[in-house]
């Protein structure tokens, strides 16, 4: 474990005396960052593979979110939706004709969005679909990850997020991920939806098996089952296209996008759905008081001009290439698998992911375990060749140490 300096362990003992102790990050106290890079207080530099996942994807600081961020700070922040702004329509235009749907709601947090697709799907059920009321039955899938708010761990079948927080919010079915025969099976008059991340990130970087979204969404059109694809981390390029669905030309019911769409300096997320499906909320079904303010308007138009004008998909896919190709050819007995899509990478390492972790930080390398053997990689998508070269040396190096 590297050795702290005082000023930085001064932070620490702060946030560990002050702080709730709901985290257990790594011992870098961050000052600044641009680009691919973070510095610490002691003004030593790190290269970023977390890219506070996937929410910094157009890289830390990026000189046109922040002039759209600073420009809009002086003029209107906040109105609330008792009444309408100038940016709010503006945003919608932009997001739906980017993503290629109709209609958009636009919240927060990423799960706050996830919330808002369940209500959406659970409306659905009733009054489109007429199941019997409070029946309503959304499909989950193991080892999910959709937040920690009282619905989203009564989605999880993950215990860490569960344990003591009891009574859970009923009406969640889980099924294995990847499973087809047992998604079908599930299925029945209850089933309004079914919920999925393209790419499992917090459980460890799993892509699904080849053709499982696609059936998966067969098998929704053919039941009148709505299609939720969460795609807040792997959304707006992180996977080499401009959604993870994408890969196989899957269009969801209903997209939920968060993180990247505030580029880094603010919370915005959102659904987007038809208008036929849209319309099913009414005045004061839904809403909050900061989603769709005139700041984060602006910040999320920016943030897409970015992804669009800088190709960041495609540079994704390039650089995810180039990662995975060169992580396979370290043959290191400590990695027993490197598996992912684009720039959202993991290692399944037969050594503790977080012992990797603090060896990579040594080598100013920010990388994060999760679970205990899966080293999850995904720095900024603007990452160029010669960090890609670094972060292999830095990886080679790290790996060594810990056998």
Same mark, same amino acid.
């Given at each position: 474990?590297?050795?702290?300096?005082?000023?930085?362990?001064?932070?620490?003992?702060?946030?560990?005396?002050?702080?709730?102790?709901?985290?257990?990050?790594?011992?870098?106290?961050?000052?600044?960052?641009?680009?691919?890079?973070?510095?610490?207080?002691?003004?030593?530099?790190?290269?970023?593979?977390?890219?506070?996942?996937?929410?910094?994807?157009?890289?830390?600081?990026?000189?046109?979110?922040?002039?759209?961020?600073?420009?809009?700070?002086?003029?209107?922040?906040?109105?609330?939706?008792?009444?309408?702004?100038?940016?709010?329509?503006?945003?919608?235009?932009?997001?739906?004709?980017?993503?290629?749907?109709?209609?958009?709601?636009?919240?927060?947090?990423?799960?706050?969005?996830?919330?808002?697709?369940?209500?959406?799907?659970?409306?659905?059920?009733?009054?489109?679909?007429?199941?019997?009321?409070?029946?309503?039955?959304?499909?989950?899938?193991?080892?999910?990850?959709?937040?920690?708010?009282?619905?989203?761990?009564?989605?999880?079948?993950?215990?860490?997020?569960?344990?003591?927080?009891?009574?859970?919010?009923? +009406?969640? *079915?889980? %099924? &294995?991920?990847?499973? @087809?025969?047992?998604? =079908?099976?599930? #299925?029945?008059?209850?089933?309004?939806?079914?919920?999925?991340?393209?790419?499992?990130?917090? +459980?460890? *970087?799993? %892509? &699904?098996?080849?053709? @499982?979204?696609?059936? =998966?969404?067969? #098998?929704?059109?053919?039941?009148?089952?709505?299609?939720?694809?969460?795609?807040?981390?792997? +959304?707006?390029?992180?996977?080499?296209?401009?959604?993870?669905?994408?890969?196989?030309?899957?269009?969801?019911?209903?997209?939920?996008?968060?993180?990247?769409?505030?580029?880094?300096?603010?919370?915005?997320?959102?659904?987007?759905?038809?208008?036929?499906?849209?319309?099913?909320?009414?005045?004061?079904?839904?809403?909050?008081?900061?989603?769709?303010?005139?700041?984060?308007?602006?910040?999320?138009?920016?943030?897409?001009?970015?992804?669009?004008?800088?190709?960041?998909?495609?540079?994704?896919?390039?650089?995810?290439?180039?990662?995975?190709?060169?992580?396979?050819?370290?043959?290191?007995?400590?990695?027993?698998?490197?598996?992912?899509?684009?720039?959202?990478?993991?290692?399944?390492?037969?050594?503790?992911?977080?012992?990797?972790?603090?060896?990579?930080?040594?080598?100013?390398?920010?990388?994060?375990?999760?679970?205990?053997?899966?080293?999850?990689?995904?720095?900024?998508?603007?990452?160029?060749?010669?960090?890609?070269?670094?972060?292999?040396?830095?990886?080679?190096?790290?790996?060594?140490?810990?056998?």
């Amino acid at each position: 474990m590297q050795e702290l300096d005082r000023n930085a362990a001064s932070f620490i003992e702060l946030e560990e005396r002050y702080g709730a102790h709901n985290y257990q990050p790594l011992d870098l106290v961050v000052e600044r960052a641009e680009g691919v890079w973070l510095y610490d207080v002691a003004g030593k530099r790190y290269l970023d593979c977390v890219s506070a996942y996937s929410a910094v994807s157009q890289g830390h600081c990026h000189p046109r979110i922040r002039a759209a961020l600073v420009e809009q700070a002086g003029k209107l922040s906040l109105t609330s939706r008792a009444m309408r702004n100038d940016k709010l329509g503006p945003f919608l235009q932009r997001l739906t004709e980017f993503c290629k749907y109709e209609s958009a709601l636009p919240m927060n947090t990423g799960v706050e969005a996830v919330e808002t697709a369940v209500k959406l799907a659970r409306r659905y059920a009733y009054e489109r679909k007429r199941v019997a009321p409070n029946a309503a039955e959304i499909i989950v899938f193991e080892n999910n990850f959709h937040g920690r708010t009282t619905a989203a761990i009564s989605a999880s079948t993950t215990e860490l997020y569960r344990h003591d927080f009891g009574p859970f919010t009923p +009406g969640f *079915v889980p %099924v &294995p991920y990847g499973d @087809f025969d047992a998604l =079908a099976s599930a #299925l029945n008059e209850r089933t309004c939806a079914i919920l999925i991340e393209p790419v499992q990130g917090e +459980g460890g *970087v799993i %892509v &699904p098996p080849p053709g @499982f979204l696609k059936r =998966a969404w067969g #098998l929704c059109r053919e039941h009148r089952v709505l299609f939720m694809a969460d795609e807040i981390q792997t +959304g707006l390029g992180r996977t080499g296209d401009l959604f993870a669905c994408d890969h196989e030309g899957v269009k969801p019911d209903v997209m939920i996008v968060g993180k990247a769409l505030g580029g880094g300096y603010y919370p915005v997320s959102a659904i987007l759905a038809s208008r036929e499906l849209m319309e099913l909320f009414g005045p004061g079904d839904h809403g909050s008081t900061f989603g769709g303010n005139p700041l984060a308007c602006a910040v999320g138009v920016a943030s897409i001009d970015v992804i669009e004008s800088e190709n960041l998909p495609a540079r994704a896919r390039y650089a995810g290439a180039r990662l995975m190709h060169g992580l396979r050819e370290l043959a290191s007995p400590a990695i027993g698998e490197v598996r992912g899509r684009g720039l959202l990478i993991g290692l399944e390492l037969t050594v503790p992911a977080r012992r990797v972790a603090e060896l990579l930080l040594e080598r100013g390398v920010v990388a994060k375990d999760t679970h205990a053997t899966v080293l999850r990689i995904a720095p900024p998508l603007v990452i160029a060749d010669a960090e890609i070269d670094l972060l292999l040396e830095a990886i080679a190096a790290a790996l060594k140490a810990s056998l």
